[in-house]
């Protein structure tokens, strides 16, 4: 856990200021993979890990970012039509611009950010890090805060300015996560329901591989492609559906022959990850977690086979989870192509399955696993300590 007072000492020393403090929980999927931009349901929970960003207003209109984890300091003036630059401040940028385009008026600042959200590693630190901002900018403005309004800002923020066509998912469990609870989000209303995350013998645990591939943008938007002319070629089947949400499983079952590979393995995934999700919000309220578990394992497998999203890395991970007895379930979380597993593991057996899996990954692709035990944790606030 990050020493709050220390955190304020160094901006002190930075800017000679008083900061504020807020910070942003990373998140980790339980189910619902590349459900979100197709209009579907996601069952994300935050992690107590969180970014800290420490801010003070200044009178110019202008912001200087510094952070724990880059040398360089990036200074720009606040203005709607900022446009994106290739250096680690561009999240920051990004929801700043979206804010005012979203007819906020803005103080300028200056910024400390600081991680405990592992940088790329599929764990949204990017959303962690642009909530956080977006809410301290607010703040510092004295603006109220919708969160809702705060994650599609932010979601926007990504697509211009990282050039990916996310979905909504992260920015929202960043802004509306519970304490104790996953989220189970309806991505075409944004309605939203806290499932306790209530698992007295089991627990939540991260790997990270410590791998993340080239290409994850550009086969991500390539997905989310391939999805919207599923969605073009099905309504000539199957009028009046806006996105794959609208399809049942039985109308896809009846038309999939008429779609060419792979535009009918993307959809198979996502139809049936929508009802796995559904599934699996239920499994968790009644306390099934074997059932749970096994909707994560086939999970896993749809993402590896038909949205082939996964890598060596992920599926060793998962298979070597596969083989524990103490796991209920395992599957890669997030985008893919790298990134972590997330596992449902008995909680007494916690210690002897991190030994194993990061003995076992390590054996086969010489690099040591990181491993986070999660709790679920609460949503962008201030920190007063
Ligand atoms: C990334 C995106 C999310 C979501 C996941 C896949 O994390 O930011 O919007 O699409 O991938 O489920």
Same mark, same amino acid.
């Given at each position: 856990?990050? /020493? ?9 020393q ?13 998140? &980790?999927?339980? #189910?619902?993979?590349?459900t979100?931009? /197709?209009d579907?349901?996601?069952l ?44 680690w ?8 611009a ?15 950010i ?13 959303a962690? %890090? ?31 300015f ?10 929202? #469990? ?15 209303? %944004? ?5 306790? &995350?209530d ?7 991260? &790997? ?6 080239? %290409?994850a943008?550009?086969?991500? /938007? ?12 099905l ?6 559906i ?30 049936t ?9 239920e499994? %968790? ?13 086939a ?45 449902? &593991? ?25 491993i ?7 949503a962008?606030r201030?920190? /007063?300590?």
């Open positions: 856990m990050m /020493n709050f007072q220390d955190f304020r000492q160094q901006f002190r930075l800017y000679s200021n008083e900061p504020r403090l807020f910070s942003a929980p990373g998140r &980790v999927n339980l #189910i619902g993979e590349h979100d931009y /197709n579907g349901f996601v994300p929970m935050a992690i107590d890990r969180r970014t800290v960003v420490a801010m003070a207003p200044r009178n110019d209109g202008r912001v200087r970012c510094l952070s724990t984890e880059f040398d360089e300091q990036i200074e720009f003036e606040l203005k709607a039509d900022l446009k994106p630059a290739h250096d401040a561009n999240h920051v940028r990004g929801v700043a979206c804010l005012l385009r979203d007819e906020y008026n803005l103080r300028g600042a200056d910024l400390l600081a991680s405990e959200v592992p940088l790329g590693a599929g764990l949204s630190s990017s962690a %890090l642009e909530i956080a901002v977006g809410y301290g900018l607010l703040k510092l403005a004295e603006h109220l805060v919708d969160p809702v309004r705060l994650a599609l800002a932010a979601q926007k923020a990504e697509h211009e990282a050039g990916t066509q996310c979905g909504v998912m992260d920015q929202f #469990i960043a802004c509306l996560a519970r304490e104790g609870h996953a989220l189970k989000i309806d991505c075409r209303t %944004l309605e939203y329901e806290a499932v306790p &995350v698992l007295s013998d089991a627990r939540v645990v991260v &790997v990270n591989s410590m791998v993340k591939h080239e %290409l943008s550009s086969e991500y /938007n390539q997905r989310r492609a391939e999805c919207e002319e599923a969605v073009r070629r309504a000539g089947h199957l009028p009046g806006q996105s794959l949400r609208d399809v049942e499983l039985e109308e896809f079952d009846q038309w999939a022959d008429a779609l060419p590979e792979p535009i009918r393995r993307r959809a198979n995934h996502v139809i990850e929508n009802a796995r999700t559904l599934a699996a919000v499994a %968790l309220q009644l306390g099934q977690l074997s059932h749970f578990g096994k909707l994560m394992k999970s896993h497998e749809s993402l590896r086979e038909d949205y082939q999203v996964s890598c060596r890395e992920l599926d060793l991970l998962v298979e070597i989870a596969g083989r524990h007895s103490a796991v209920y379930g395992a599957r890669m979380t997030g985008g893919g192509f790298g990134g972590c597993t997330v596992n449902l &593991v008995k909680a007494d057996e916690v210690e002897s399955f991190m030994a194993e899996t990061a003995e076992a990954y390590r054996w086969v692709i010489g690099i040591q696993p990181e986070y035990v999660c709790q679920a944790s609460g962008v201030e920190e /007063n300590q």
